[in-house]
């Protein structure tokens, strides 16, 4: 994992929601999106993710190869830059460390 690509990329998605008009003041859902082959492992991180502040948005039985589970975890905090670089890199090796994938975070625009 290169964590300065995914800084980078956080920043600039940060940047995007500043220039489409949103003054990153509102509080929102933020959600992460993980994927795993096996039930045990998605428990393993939704367990995490819940201990830590999180809620579970969704758990899902999906029909792709290597991600037949999907787990959608969500916080209502907000927009903050250092938070987000931070679940990014933890939730990205707690997936790993779990056997899954991490595929990164949501959120709407508020303007």
Sequence with gaps: M????????????????????????????????????????????????FDIGFHTVTKDTIKQPGKDLQLIMGIDEKPNLARMDFDYMEFYKKAEEYNGKYDGWETS???
């Design 109 to 111: 625009l508020e303007n």
């Design 2 to 49: 290169n964590k300065q690509f995914f800084k980078k990329l956080n920043a600039t998605l940060f940047k995007l929601l500043k220039k489409s008009g949103d003054p990153l003041t509102e509080k929102r859902e933020f959600t992460h999106w993980f994927y795993f082959e096996k039930l045990d492992d998605l428990e393993k991180m939704e367990q995490y993710a």
